[in-house]
C-alpha cells in the first residue's frame, strides 16, 4: 500500500491549529495517515509524554493576567507558568493565557479543575491544550492559579511583565471609584498583606505571630507569665502592617487605605480581594 500523500496546506492547518512545529505536523499527519484529528490526538499524546518527562521540572516564570467584565462587576485572575522567561514573554503564549483568562471569565468556575474540563478550541478542553503545548514548546507548562471575584464594583491591576495580578472589590459601584480600586490593587501587589482586616487572619497565622512575639519577650529576659500578655500586645502593630484597610497607603502614608477610600466616598470599602503572582 502505498503512502498517504500529506501536502504542504494540510501541515500548514495543522501547524494553525496546534501552534506545533512544521516537522512534528508532517510526522504527526503521516502517522495518522493523513487524519487531522488523530493527528492533533498524536500530538497532544506527545505532550503527554513529555509533560510526565519534565514533571519534576519547576514552572516558576510564567504570565499572569486579571480581566473584569464589560460592566466590571465580575473578575478573574489566571496564571498559565512555564520553566523559562523566554516562554513566558512569547505573544503566543500570551495570548493563550488571555485565550484560558476569557472562557474563564465567561464561565466563572468554582475551581482551576472545573476551568481545565471547559473547552477551548478544536475540540480540546483547555487542560488538553495546555497538555498539547507541552508538546509543542518543549517546556513544562501548567494552568497553576485561577480565582473569580464578584463584586459591586471590580477593579484589575496586572504588575509590570505580567509577573503577577490583582482584584479588588469594592462594595459601591460608580466610575469614580474605579481608579481608586485600581490603587488599591496596587497596594495590594506591593504590600502583599495576608487579609483585609483583622477579623480576615487566619487564626494559625495569629497564632504564629503569638509564639514568634513569645520567644523575642523570653529572649528579652521577660516573666514567663508575661510572655503571652506582651505578645498578644504586638498583635495590633502586625495586623496594622499586614491586613489591607489597616496599612498605610502607599500614596499617601498619612492615610491608611480604608481613610483614603473614605475621602472618596464616606461607606467606600473593600469587600474582598485576589493577588496570584509567580513563583
Same mark, same amino acid.
Given at each position: 500500500?502505498? @503512502?498517504? +500523500?500529506?501536502?504542504?496546506?494540510?501541515?500548514? +492547518?495543522?501547524?494553525?491549529?496546534?501552534?506545533?512545529?512544521?516537522?512534528?505536523?508532517?510526522?504527526?499527519? /503521516?502517522?495518522?495517515?493523513?487524519?487531522?484529528?488523530?493527528?492533533?490526538?498524536? #500530538?497532544?499524546?506527545?505532550?503527554?509524554?513529555?509533560?510526565?518527562?519534565?514533571?519534576?521540572?519547576?514552572?516558576?516564570?510564567?504570565?499572569?493576567? @486579571?480581566?473584569?467584565?464589560?460592566?466590571?462587576?465580575?473578575?478573574?485572575?489566571?496564571?498559565?507558568?512555564?520553566? /523559562?522567561?523566554?516562554?513566558?514573554?512569547?505573544?503566543?503564549?500570551?495570548?493563550? /493565557?488571555?485565550?484560558?483568562?476569557?472562557?474563564? #471569565?465567561?464561565?466563572?468556575?468554582?475551581?482551576?479543575?472545573?476551568?481545565?474540563?471547559?473547552?477551548?478550541?478544536?475540540?480540546? /478542553?483547555?487542560?488538553?491544550?495546555?497538555?498539547?503545548?507541552?508538546?509543542?514548546?518543549?517546556?513544562?507548562?501548567? #494552568?497553576?492559579?485561577?480565582?473569580?471575584?464578584? @463584586?459591586?464594583?471590580?477593579?484589575?491591576?496586572?504588575?509590570?511583565?505580567?509577573?503577577?495580578?490583582?482584584?479588588?472589590?469594592?462594595? +459601591?459601584?460608580?466610575?469614580?471609584?474605579?481608579?481608586?480600586?485600581?490603587?488599591?490593587?496596587?497596594?495590594?501587589? @506591593?504590600?502583599?498583606?495576608?487579609?483585609?482586616?483583622?477579623?480576615?487572619?487566619?487564626?494559625?497565622?495569629?497564632?504564629?505571630?503569638?509564639?514568634?512575639?513569645?520567644?523575642?519577650?523570653?529572649?528579652?529576659?521577660?516573666?514567663?507569665?508575661?510572655?503571652?500578655?506582651?505578645?498578644?500586645?504586638?498583635?495590633?502593630?502586625?495586623?496594622?502592617?499586614?491586613?489591607?484597610?489597616?496599612?498605610?497607603?502607599?500614596?499617601?502614608?498619612?492615610?491608611?487605605?480604608?481613610?483614603? #477610600?473614605?475621602?472618596?466616598?464616606?461607606?467606600?470599602?473593600?469587600?474582598?480581594? +485576589?493577588?496570584?503572582?509567580?513563583?
Amino acid at each position: 500500500m502505498s @503512502a498517504v +500523500k500529506i501536502s504542504a496546506s494540510d501541515v500548514k +492547518k495543522l501547524r494553525d491549529m496546534t501552534g506545533a512545529g512544521m516537522m512534528d505536523c508532517k510526522k504527526a499527519l /503521516t502517522e495518522a495517515g493523513g487524519d487531522i484529528n488523530q493527528a492533533i490526538e498524536i #500530538l497532544r499524546k506527545k505532550g503527554q509524554k513529555l509533560s510526565v518527562k519534565r514533571a519534576d521540572r519547576e514552572a516558576k516564570e510564567g504570565v499572569v493576567l @486579571a480581566v473584569i467584565s464589560d460592566d466590571k462587576k465580575k473578575g478573574v485572575i489566571v496564571r498559565l507558568s512555564c520553566e /523559562t522567561d523566554f516562554v513566558a514573554k512569547n505573544e503566543d503564549f500570551i495570548q493563550l /493565557t488571555k485565550d484560558f483568562a476569557g472562557i474563564a #471569565l465567561e464561565n466563572m468556575p468554582e475551581s482551576r479543575e472545573v476551568l481545565l474540563g471547559l473547552a477551548y478550541k478544536n475540540g480540546l /478542553t483547555i487542560g488538553e491544550k495546555v497538555t498539547e503545548q507541552i508538546g509543542v514548546i518543549g517546556e513544562k507548562i501548567t #494552568l497553576s492559579a485561577y480565582e473569580k471575584m464578584d @463584586a459591586e464594583m471590580v477593579s484589575p491591576y496586572i504588575h509590570m511583565g505580567n509577573r503577577a495580578a490583582v482584584l479588588v472589590g469594592l462594595n +459601591k459601584a460608580d466610575a469614580s471609584f474605579f481608579e481608586a480600586g485600581r490603587d488599591v490593587a496596587m497596594q495590594v501587589a @506591593a504590600m502583599k498583606p495576608v487579609a483585609l482586616d483583622k477579623d480576615g487572619v487566619d487564626q494559625s497565622i495569629i497564632q504564629k505571630e503569638i509564639e514568634i512575639g513569645m520567644e523575642q519577650a523570653r529572649q528579652q529576659g521577660k516573666a514567663e507569665a508575661l510572655l503571652e500578655r506582651i505578645a498578644k500586645g504586638k498583635l495590633g502593630k502586625f495586623f496594622k502592617e499586614n491586613t489591607l484597610l489597616n496599612q498605610q497607603f502607599v500614596k499617601d502614608n498619612k492615610k491608611s487605605v480604608s481613610q483614603f #477610600l473614605a475621602s472618596i466616598d464616606p461607606d467606600l470599602t473593600v469587600t474582598d480581594f +485576589k493577588h496570584i503572582s509567580l513563583g
